[in-house]
């Protein structure tokens, strides 16, 4: 009987084992999922925030390129994007230590490796986990490109977009995903086991402000700097003229939604949840997230009440999110008053860079560089400085430490990598190294990849375009109904004793726009603008300023 009982005792707790660690990995799943979701919905937060910087006349054409964003992303990322960026994981010593390849059926490229008869035999369950896992990094990707349309908005022509973000989503991102987030990166600190193949023990980018956040800022940057300014944002002495965009409240609600997004996307970088110790890292990374949003708000606004002498809705909104790019890389590897002092100096390089760019005459309608491009690299730096002794285990000490070989709980992180203020250095030159290597790859093809598009005729729209706003030109109409508020406008200015008049319209000598003088009011362009825009006389080039 006792030979009977441990039978089957040995064998519930084989069942027990197993039901664990299937459970496990549908937990791990149903986390990232989730996460996921948020990340996604990130995609409505830059919808509003673009819709809102920019003029009522291109409303429908920014919303239409974040709508495909998220489609062709989705359709790139399954063909080949995924197997760019995580072809070859797996192995610790083995793989492409540049860029993502092919194993044994495929792999990653289009799923290929994931599906098929030997489903069930292979460990169906293992899988599931990976395609939730796809869908986490799918969502990071369609984010990376929808920073570049905001930088070229009102002005690029639509084809030139789908180009650029299929180049961008498909190469030029998961290849930097590659190099940072997966096994045998030759920048990862997190995942390279062997770190004789790293440059100087790879880097610590927990969420993405270099992989994700740098990669689409340097990449607009250069977007902007090559299709140019819009028509009449400096004038002829290169002094910078106001282009208020449409909507303070769609900003507002845009940066609230992409604020709850970043929950999904720090914190849902841990990968997991069954893990010990991965509550804390989650619970780690959602205070500092906060912390440094929360400082970048208030800093920006109250720092640019000194010069411009009010307190702008767009700085707190812009404030806001350069602390939260700032946070990003270490959210998981800082104390909270380190997350306080990031987001507290990521204000700052926001605020230089964004006065930078229009010292430089560089049109940037959403400040894209400014936030996600400066301070992404500001906050993989700043991990090499604050970067705690007690949380950058990520791989340091990894299985060629003979000390860890010998004592797995002697594992932890070695003196040199850790933030410079713990006494580190080599951190931090990792840090470095992977800003300048990151930044001058991004930097490199998306320069040859707008000028290529600009030698082609098909980067920017025509002048009589521009002018004319793309909903009307390109989409069928205006995004909003304006013929009877239009109608009334009109009968009301006749009634009063007004009539039309001509009016040129700036840098287009060719193009008229009729506009009706009502007594004691501003001019106002028949059809171009809501009345709230009459209202206070902010007319832009383009659209009624005489």
């Known amino acids: 009987m006792s030979e009977f009982q441990a039978q089957v005792e040995e064998r519930l707790a084989a069942l027990e084992a197993t039901t664990l660690g299937t459970n496990a990995q549908a937990l791990d799943a149903f986390y990232l999922l989730v996460c996921g979701v948020f990340v996604f919905f990130m995609q409505c937060g830059f919808a509003l925030l673009e819709a809102g910087s920019v003029r009522t006349k291109n409303t429908k054409n920014i919303l239409l390129k974040n709508l495909l964003d ?37 792999g990653p490229f289009a799923a290929a490796g994931w599906e098929g008869t030997d489903w069930q035999a292979s460990g169906g369950e293992n899988y599931g986990y990976t395609m939730a896992l796809w869908f986490f990094q799918y969502v990071f990707a369609a984010a990376a490109a929808t920073i570049v349309s905001g930088a070229v908005a009102e002005r690029a022509q639509l084809i030139a977009y789908l180009i650029y973000t299929t180049i961008i989503t498909g190469f030029i991102y998961p290849v930097v995903v590659h190099w940072v987030w997966c096994d045998g990166g030759f920048l990862s600190g997190g995942f390279t086991g062997d770190k004789d193949k790293t440059w100087a023990g790879g880097c610590i980018d927990f969420a993405g402000s270099g992989v994700v956040h740098m990669t689409g800022g340097v990449a607009a940057l250069c977007g902007a700097f090559v299709i140019g300014p819009r028509a009449g944002r400096f004038d002829e002495s290169g002094k910078v003229m106001p282009i208020p965009g449409q909507s303070t409240p769609f900003q507002v609600v845009g940066t609230f939604i992409l604020w709850m997004g970043w929950y999904g996307f720090n914190p849902g970088s841990t990968l997991g949840i069954n893990g010990a ?34 307190y702008d809705v767009g700085m707190v909104c812009n404030g806001i999110l350069a602390g939260l790019v700032s946070i990003t890389a270490g959210c ?54 604050f970067g705690s002794n007690n949380y950058i285990t990520m791989g340091w000490a990894g299985a060629e430490s003979t000390t860890c070989m010998a004592d797995p709980t002697q594992c932890g992180p070695l003196e040199a990598y850790q933030g410079i203020i713990y006494g580190g250095g080599t951190l931090l030159g990792a840090q470095i190294a992977a800003v300048c290597i990151e930044t001058l790859w991004v930097a490199t093809l998306s320069l040859m990849m707008f000028y290529a598009l600009k030698f082609a005729g098909i980067l920017r729209v025509s002048e009589e375009v521009e002018m004319a706003g793309m909903d009307v030109s390109k989409h069928g109409g205006s995004a909003y109904s304006t013929a009877w508020p239009t109608l009334a406008l009109k009968l009301y200015a006749l009634a009063v004793g007004g009539g039309p008049r001509l009016c040129t319209a700036g840098a287009a000598p060719a193009w008229r726009v009729a506009v009706y003088i009502l007594p004691g009011r501003q001019a106002s362009a028949i059809g171009s603008q809501p009345s709230t825009h009459a209202q206070r006389g902010t007319w832009d080039q383009g659209e009624g300023r005489g």
Not at 292 to 307: E, K, N, P, Y
Not at 340 to 365: E, H, Q, W
């Open 332 to 385: 998981a590897s800082m104390h909270v008053w380190a997350a306080f002092l990031t987001g507290f100096i990521g204000a700052f390089v926001y605020y230089g860079a964004s006065k930078m760019m229009l010292k430089l005459k560089i049109d940037d309608p959403l400040d894209a560089y400014a936030v996600h491009g400066a301070c992404g690299g500001w906050g993989v730096i700043a991990v090499g400085i």
């Open 70 to 106: 998220a489609c062709l992303g989705a359709i790139i990322w399954w063909l080949w994007g995924m197997g760019v960026a995580y072809g070859d994981s797996g192995d610790y010593n083995d793989g492409n230590e540049f860029i993502g390849t092919a194993p044994n059926n495929g």
């Open 277 to 310: 110790g991965y509550g804390a890292v989650m619970a780690r990374a959602a205070m500092c997230t906060t912390v440094s949003a929360s400082i970048g708000g208030l800093t920006v606004v109250f720092f640019d009440r000194i010069f411009s002498k009010t």
